[in-house]
């Protein structure tokens, strides 16, 4: 987006109104999701994670081929195809995937997916 520069925290996108684009850093599967920007900065928050982007990269794990750390670049806001978490519904818990999570349908796929991760 050129706003690369000034891109050092999640928290920025506000100021660029833009949302995430992930990309895997496994060259084999390179996967690519955008993620709303409050769903995305709601998580880290909850995670306590490290919101300067360099960190969060390092943290991100790839729901398709599990491998860890991801790219994550500003798109521009408002795509309808990012992932986002429906108004009021509860953050993933730990080790729960934050795109899993946004697509469970109902609280039965959530508590479904609360138990895979407790193995
Ligand atoms: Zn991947």
């Known amino acids: 987006m050129g706003h690369n520069k000034t891109y050092k925290f999640l928290a ?6 833009a949302d995430f684009l992930v990309v895997c850093w496994n060259w084999r599967c390179r ?3 955008v ?7 709601a998580v ?4 306590r994670i ?12 790839c729901l398709r081929c599990d491998h860890r750390g991801a790219t994550i670049k500003l798109t ?11 108004p009021g519904a509860p953050l993933p818990p730990k080790g729960v ?8 349908a109902d609280d039965v796929e959530r508590k479904r997916l609360i138990r895979q991760a407790r193995g």
């Open 97 to 104: 995937g934050l795109v899993d999570w946004c697509l469970a």
């Open 31 to 33: 996967r690519r999701v």
């Open 76 to 86: 521009p806001g408002g795509s309808p195809q990012a992932i986002k978490l429906q």
């Open 12 to 17: 920025d996108a506000e100021r660029y109104d």
């Open 50 to 61: 490290n919101s300067w982007v360099e960190i969060a990269e390092t943290k991100m794990r």
């Open 35 to 41: 993620i709303d920007r409050a769903t995305l900065l």
């Open 44 to 47: 880290i928050g909850h995670k």
